[in-house]
């Protein structure tokens, strides 16, 4: 089945030396239990997960020891049995180096699972069944990006989804994971594309693969003949970097521009990585959460490069160390590739469910990094390599003017930070770290924005408060003024006599009601009669003189 | 016809009433532009600009009574804004109202120390402390404006300002001007010899 499928070019990109070869040399490396896995709560995009254990709990593999909050958010599992040693901050894979809420697992070795629910056959299962399946194991997109997969295969009803596009591209340098997986487990990766485009109910299906990579190539043609597959087409694709990109993948399979600021959904196509894939297919039919990736070791720094199926949670610097440990000629550490990772201060983070690939450079290799930005000649070429077709000088000039609101009129947000205009740039202007400045910025300008909002409202509801407040404080004076006023208008001048008067009248009523109520003074002496007249005579006097 | 005419005048009565509660709910109160510089202004409610809280501010401003210079949380952001929006010229902020802090800050309870007076509560522009008499009192930090107007109050000093700390979903990228590459983009008139 050679592809007669008509291709499409996106614009700009660069034909890069790929470095794949340093890494595809040998077998996917076993996995092995760390000493400590680290897990942070935050692994995707959206809210964190939240602990459901506590220091000291037991847990058993795949058992879950964090759940979802919220929507946009999925559970995180033990990847090992063990014991939840600490729930603390430690530092994690991230540019800022900065740390995050960690579980912190002491493995008991045993490598015990929970009691996985017998497998499933997805055919059986309704689109919604199957999307809580895959929320439930945890599965984000292990390309880079790490947004929940269950929500990308909920496109509502309403949206048909013409192509179910599958990223096999892998067009960074030096990361071969994909590669490995595709080559070694393309059953796993067709079978997860089938369960993918039936929740999907997708029309059809397309893997783009570079054609750098031939071996996972056959591979998945093999597996697809074998498991008797004809519905799934794999479409070589033109080594340019970076095809990989999700709109630009669509647009070099399908010639469909996804809209600027849009999501892939507005043209009717959904886009998933390979090794999402597999994920799924483990995570449907046999219940096993994400707990491990494939990861790709690789650089002139490390010793014996490689691709390793990691536990999540491994510390870099133990996985490492297993593997054989750096060259003395180590010169910096990336997280990802060359030119979308970022640098580590440390090695003592975790792998995380979007950790692709630990890049080791070594003295050889070129590092833009280190060369002194000169000032923008003007030649353009950043312009011509984008591939999102944005102005990058024009961008870099509102960024370096913190002109915040023009630079959004230039499509910042388009921009995907393939690096491809620093790269080319002959003055070596850091321009995509201007463009991640801008957009940290404009963040927090939007944070700071909102939270403004909020203190104006709380301010205003506050001086409502208070004025109602003063109002009913105001109104509840004026009642009681009224109300003395009224009553003093009723009554003579000399009102308090008359108060007066009225309370005795009220003491002698009461009196007489006594004085007929009691009943034990009939039938009585002559004696006891005027014992009790004369008392009541001088009590009427005692009450005449002390009114008096 | 007649339904076409029925369903007219459902939605116009349906409009009516959705557009009287809008005009009520969401009410524009007075005047749009001092709203415009309201909405610059950044809320912290402190009065150090000599008004009672940011609206009072901005309708001095808007009335030509008080300058653009006087709001120190702002700070050089905000002067630049209003300026903007003004069509005036920036200038420094006035010293007499404060200067722009460095970092941001919100203030915390030390809870062992507060006797539960409520008078933080009672200063506090945004309602951001919780807390009933003789009970212990507590910010809500991602409340609270760092407008410290609730420190003099305390009779028993247990009011402390901390610094509001970065985390990974708030942390900015370093501009690469400042790690040292200093070059402006107008100097490329003189690379091309
Ligand atoms: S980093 Fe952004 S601006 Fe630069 S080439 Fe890539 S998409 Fe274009
Ligand atoms: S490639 Fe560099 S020098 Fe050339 S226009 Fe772009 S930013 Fe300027
Ligand atoms: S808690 Fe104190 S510093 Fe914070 S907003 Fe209220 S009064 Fe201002």
């Given at each position: 089945?050679?592809?007669?499928?008509?291709?499409?070019?996106?614009?700009?990109g660069?034909?890069?030396?790929?470095?794949k070869?340093?890494?595809?040399?040998?077998?996917?490396?076993?996995?092995?239990?760390?000493?400590r896995?680290?897990?942070?709560?935050?692994?995707?995009?959206g809210?964190?997960?939240?602990?459901?254990?506590?220091?000291?709990?037991?847990?058993?593999?795949?058992?879950?020891?964090?759940?979802?909050?919220?929507?946009?958010?999925?559970?995180?599992?033990?990847?090992?049995?063990?014991?939840?040693?600490?729930?603390?901050?430690?530092?994690v894979?991230?540019?800022?180096?900065?740390?995050?809420?960690?579980?912190?697992?002491?493995?008991?070795?045993?490598?015990?699972?929970?009691?996985?629910?017998?497998?499933?056959?997805?055919?059986?299962?309704?689109?919604?069944?199957?999307?809580?399946?895959?929320?439930?194991?945890?599965?984000?997109?292990?390309?880079?990006?790490?947004?929940?997969?269950?929500?990308?295969?909920?496109?509502?009803?309403?949206?048909?989804?013409?192509?179910?596009?599958?990223?096999?591209?892998?067009?960074?340098?030096?990361?071969?994971?994909?590669?490995?997986?595709?080559?070694?487990?393309?059953?796993?990766?067709?079978?997860?594309?089938?369960?993918?485009k039936?929740?999907?109910?997708?029309?059809r299906?397309?893997?783009?693969?570079?054609?750098?990579?031939?071996?996972?190539?056959?591979?998945?043609?093999?597996?697809?003949?074998?498991?008797?597959?004809?519905?799934?087409e794999?479409?070589?694709?033109?080594?340019?970097?970076?095809?990989?990109?999700?709109?630009?993948?669509?647009?070099?399979?399908?010639?469909?521009?996804?809209?600027?600021?849009?999501?892939?959904?507005?043209?009717?196509?959904?886009?998933?990585?390979?090794?999402?894939?597999?994920?799924?297919?483990?995570?449907?039919?046999?219940?096993?959460?994400?707990?491990?990736?494939?990861v790709?070791?690789?650089?002139?720094?490390?010793?014996?490069?490689?691709?390793?199926?990691?536990?999540?949670g491994?510390?870099?610097?133990?996985?490492?160390?297993?593997?054989?440990?750096?060259?003395?000629?180590?010169?910096?550490?990336?997280?990802?590739?060359?030119?979308?990772?970022?640098?580590?201060?440390t090695?003592?983070?975790?792998?995380?469910?979007?950790?692709?690939?630990?890049?080791?450079?070594?003295?050889?290799?070129?590092?833009?990094?280190e060369?002194?930005?000169?000032?923008?000649?003007?030649?353009?070429?950043?312009?011509?390599?984008?591939?999102?077709?944005?102005?990058?000088?024009?961008?870099?000039?509102?960024?370096?003017?913190?002109?915040?609101?023009?630079?959004?009129?230039?499509?910042?947000?388009?921009?995907?930070?393939?690096?491809?205009?620093?790269?080319?740039?002959?003055?070596?202007?850091?321009?995509?770290?201007?463009?991640?400045?801008?957009?940290?910025?404009?963040?927090?300008?939007?944070?700071?924005?909102?939270?403004?909002?909020?203190?104006?409202?709380?301010?205003?509801?506050?001086?409502?408060?208070?004025?109602?407040?003063?109002?009913?404080?105001?109104?509840?004076?004026?009642?009681?003024?009224?109300?003395?006023?009224?009553?003093?208008?009723?009554?003579?001048?000399?009102?308090?006599?008359?108060a007066?008067?009225?309370?005795?009248?009220?003491?002698?009523?009461?009196?007489?009601?006594?004085?007929?109520?009691?009943?034990?003074?009939?039938?009585?002496?002559?004696?006891?009669?005027?014992?009790?007249?004369?008392?009541?005579?001088?009590?009427?006097?005692?009450?005449?003189?002390?009114?008096? | 016809?007649l339904?076409?005419?029925?369903?007219?005048?459902?939605?116009?009565?349906?409009?009516?009433?959705?557009?009287?509660?809008?005009?009520?709910?969401?009410?524009?109160?007075?005047d749009?532009?001092?709203?415009?510089?309201?909405?610059?202004?950044?809320?912290?409610?402190?009065?150090?600009?000599?008004?009672?809280?940011?609206?009072?501010?901005?309708?001095?401003?808007?009335?030509?009574?008080?300058?653009?210079?006087?709001?120190?949380?702002?700070?050089?952001?905000?002067?630049?804004?209003?300026?903007?929006?003004?069509?005036?010229?920036?200038?420094?902020?006035?010293?007499?109202?404060?200067?722009?802090?460095?970092?941001?800050?919100?203030?915390?309870?030390?809870?062992?120390?507060?006797?539960?007076?409520?008078?933080?509560i009672?200063?506090?522009?945004?309602?951001?402390?919780?807390?009933?008499?003789?009970?212990?009192?507590?910010?809500?930090?991602?409340?609270?404006?760092?407008?410290?107007?609730?420190?003099?109050?305390?009779?028993?000093?247990?009011?402390?300002?901390?610094?509001?700390?970065?985390?990974?979903?708030?942390?900015?990228?370093?501009?690469?001007?400042?790690?040292?590459?200093?070059?402006?983009?107008?100097?490329?008139?003189?690379?091309?010899?």
């Amino acid at each position: 089945m050679q592809s007669k499928h008509k291709l499409f070019n996106f614009h700009g990109g660069l034909h890069l030396p790929g470095h794949k070869e340093i890494s595809t040399g040998q077998a996917i490396g076993d996995v092995f239990i760390p000493s400590r896995l680290v897990l942070p709560l935050q692994q995707h995009i959206g809210e964190s997960s939240e602990a459901t254990v506590k220091e000291g709990d037991p847990v058993l593999k795949g058992q879950i020891i964090a759940k979802a909050n919220g929507y946009v958010s999925v559970p995180l599992h033990a990847p090992t049995s063990g014991t939840v040693s600490q729930i603390i901050e430690q530092p994690v894979p991230h540019p800022s180096g900065l740390s995050a809420t960690c579980i912190v697992i002491k493995p008991d070795g045993k490598d015990e699972w929970i009691d996985l629910d017998s497998s499933a056959d997805y055919r059986q299962m309704d689109p919604s069944a199957l999307r809580n399946r895959i929320r439930d194991a945890g599965i984000v997109g292990l390309g880079g990006a790490g947004f929940p997969s269950f929500i990308k295969l909920n496109p509502g009803a309403k949206t048909a989804i013409d192509e179910l596009i599958i990223n096999a591209a892998e067009c960074e340098p030096y990361i071969t994971c994909d590669d490995m997986l595709m080559r070694e487990r393309a059953e796993d990766v067709i079978n997860g594309i089938r369960i993918m485009k039936h929740a999907l109910q997708a029309r059809r299906c397309l893997i783009g693969i570079e054609d750098n990579k031939p071996e996972a190539h056959a591979a998945l043609k093999d597996a697809c003949s074998k498991l008797g597959i004809d519905d799934i087409e794999i479409i070589s694709i033109p080594t340019l970097y970076p095809a990989g990109g999700e709109k630009q993948l669509i647009k070099v399979l399908t010639g469909k521009e996804s809209p600027s600021h849009g999501l892939p959904l507005d043209v009717g196509v959904v886009c998933q990585n390979v090794a999402t894939a597999a994920a799924i297919y483990q995570a449907v039919t046999y219940n096993k959460p994400l707990i491990s990736r494939i990861v790709t070791l690789t650089g002139e720094g490390i010793k014996q490069p490689g691709n390793h199926e990691v536990l999540i949670g491994t510390p870099v610097d133990e996985w490492i160390t297993y593997c054989g440990g750096y060259h003395d000629s180590i010169k910096r550490l990336v997280m990802g590739g060359p030119m979308m990772g970022f640098n580590l201060g440390t090695d003592k983070i975790p792998i995380i469910k979007t950790s692709n690939c630990v890049l080791a450079f070594g003295e050889g290799e070129a590092d833009a990094q280190e060369q002194q930005a000169m000032p923008c000649i003007r030649c353009g070429a950043c312009m011509d390599v984008c591939p999102a077709q944005l102005l990058p000088q024009q961008l870099y000039w509102q960024a370096y003017a913190r002109d915040f609101d023009k630079i959004q009129d230039y499509n910042l947000f388009d921009c995907i930070e393939c690096g491809c205009c620093s790269y080319v740039c002959p003055s070596q202007i850091p321009l995509v770290q201007y463009y991640r400045f801008a957009k940290t910025e404009i963040w927090a300008l939007e944070r700071d924005k909102k939270k403004s909002d909020r203190a104006r409202l709380r301010h205003e509801f506050r001086l409502e408060r208070l004025e109602k407040e003063k109002k009913e404080r105001e109104e509840r004076m004026r009642k009681k003024k009224a109300a003395l006023k009224t009553g003093k208008d009723e009554k003579t001048k000399d009102s308090k006599k008359d108060a007066i008067e009225a309370a005795l009248e009220r003491v002698r009523e009461k009196q007489k009601k006594s004085q007929t109520q009691t009943k034990n003074i009939d039938n009585l002496s002559a004696e006891q009669q005027k014992k009790i007249d004369d008392i009541d005579a001088r009590r009427n006097q005692e009450q005449k003189d002390s009114t008096s | 016809m007649l339904e076409a005419i029925l369903t007219m005048s459902l939605l116009a009565a349906i409009f009516g009433v959705i557009l009287g509660y809008v005009a009520t709910r969401f009410r524009i109160k007075g005047d749009p532009v001092v709203d415009k510089i309201d909405a610059i202004l950044p809320q912290t409610q402190c009065g150090q600009c000599s008004f009672p809280g940011c609206r009072p501010y901005a309708e001095a401003i808007a009335k030509g009574e008080a300058d653009i210079n006087q709001c120190p949380p702002g700070g050089e952001a905000t002067i630049v804004a209003l300026a903007d929006l003004l069509g005036l010229d920036p200038k420094p902020l006035n010293p007499e109202n404060g200067i722009e802090a460095e970092e941001k800050t919100v203030v915390y309870i030390d809870e062992k120390v507060c006797i539960g007076c409520t008078l933080c509560i009672q200063a506090c522009p945004v309602d951001a402390i919780l807390g009933a008499a003789k009970q212990m009192h507590t910010v809500i930090a991602s409340e609270c404006t760092g407008c410290d107007l609730c420190i003099p109050p305390c009779p028993v000093e247990c009011i402390h300002i901390i610094p509001v700390e970065e985390d990974i979903s708030t942390w900015r990228w370093p501009s690469p001007t400042q790690a040292g590459a200093e070059i402006t983009p107008d100097t490329q008139t003189t690379v091309t010899e």
